[in-house]
């Protein structure tokens, strides 16, 4: 179904056909996720209605809850002290929902920034308690990760807070630290990207509308020893032992079982080390591409470039409207660069086809031969 050209004299797609979505998220979902949802949409499972009107109580969402639990079980290998959250609010209502939890009143929280959104997290942070930069690329505009070796962390620490992929600067840790404290991470954009170490870890979150589903639910995962650990009073819907403890309110009922879906088409494509090879195959090949000349400029240091979101720009930057409404008419979606930096970035999730990347390399030769 997908139709796209890099031919720069070709003529405008076709619209209602599927192109090639680079967008950042809400991103692209597997095609046979998207085909199989619409088949199931009027009615699912012989319950006479579809998954959007049924009783988040009743036993059919039941088995979709639990199916989904079960998947991501087994794509993480976690075991039953995890508990697996499905919150709404995005990744933006956890910088406000973490420190509520775990930065007690007179304690301190170690942050590691890295991009817009750990910026982002820092500042719900600070409205609620003591936070401490323990490293921040920011001096560099975020074209690299610190390494852990010269992080600045406190003694007493509730917890270390860092941002494994940014979206907009287009960086990525390799590595999943192990400090004396719990880690929390913000893992939106490479969330069942590549397998994760969670040795470290006191709680994951991730917004799901990079490689879990659509946007409206947000995947929390939570240490039992690190839950324990939470504040009291806290805020009934805001407080993780509520939603540990049972499905308090009416969840989102949608993405949860698109979810679903998406955890299982990749438990049946080979799971998470196999979806991460087919990653870095992708992540090479534009890098490669991008590294050709100088006609094309990476915004991030080698060692530390995301497989996930791949920023660049143009040696001439008046080219960068032309190019991006070029390769639009081709077929290839939603490559403009975050607002706050501009350029070009092409995000690579899970779902994006390698022949999506072939086609967007295949553009930039023939798009640099027309105006070198």
Request: net charge negative.
């Amino acid at each position: 179904m997908y139709n796209s050209s890099s031919r720069l004299d070709s003529t405008t797609v076709d619209r209602s056909e599927r192109q090639y979505n680079f967008s950042a998220g809400p991103a692209t979902l597997p095609e046979e996720v998207l085909q199989e949802a619409k088949d199931e949409l009027p009615v699912y499972d012989h319950v006479g209605a579809s998954v959007m009107e049924i009783s988040h109580r009743s036993p059919a969402y039941d088995k979709i809850e639990e199916s989904a639990r079960e998947h991501l079980r087994a794509l993480l290998d976690l075991g039953d002290d995890w508990h697996i959250l499905f919150l709404q609010g995005g990744a933006s209502m956890q910088f406000h929902q973490v420190p509520l939890n775990f930065l007690p009143e007179d304690g301190v929280a170690d942050y590691v920034v890295t991009g817009r959104w750990g910026t982002k997290a820092v500042k719900e942070a600070r409205l609620l308690g003591d936070v401490h930069i323990a490293a921040s690329s920011e001096d560099d505009d975020f074209r690299s990760v610190p390494d852990v070796a010269d992080w600045d962390l406190s003694d007493d620490a509730a917890y270390v807070h860092i941002t494994t992929n940014e979206t907009v600067n287009g960086n990525q840790m390799t590595d999943d630290p192990v400090l004396e404290v719990p880690v929390v991470t913000d893992a939106s954009s490479e969330f069942l990207g590549r397998p994760m170490d969670l040795e470290g870890y006191g709680l994951v979150y991730a917004g799901a509308q990079k490689n879990l589903g659509p946007a409206g639910v947000t995947v929390v995962l939570v240490h039992e020893d690190f839950l324990q650990r939470r504040t009291q009073p806290l805020p009934t819907m805001l407080d993780y032992g509520t939603h540990a403890e049972r499905r308090f309110n009416t969840p989102p009922v949608f993405p949860i079982y698109m979810v679903e879906k998406v955890t299982r088409w990749l438990r049946e494509r080979g799971g998470v080390d196999a979806i991460h090879a087919i990653n870095q195959r992708k992540a090479a090949k534009l890098y490669d591409r991008i590294d050709q000349n100088d006609f094309y400029q990476g915004t991030v240091a080698p060692a530390d470039r995301s497989i996930m979101n791949v920023t660049f720009r143009l040696h001439d930057p008046d080219l960068e409207p032309v190019f991006l409404k070029q390769a639009e008419q081709r077929g290839l979606m939603s490559l403009k660069g975050h607002r706050s930096v501009g350029g070009i970035r092409a995000s690579l999730y899970n779902a994006m086809p390698e022949a999506g990347v072939d086609a967007l390399v295949s553009f930039m030769d023939a798009f640099e031969v027309a105006h070198r």
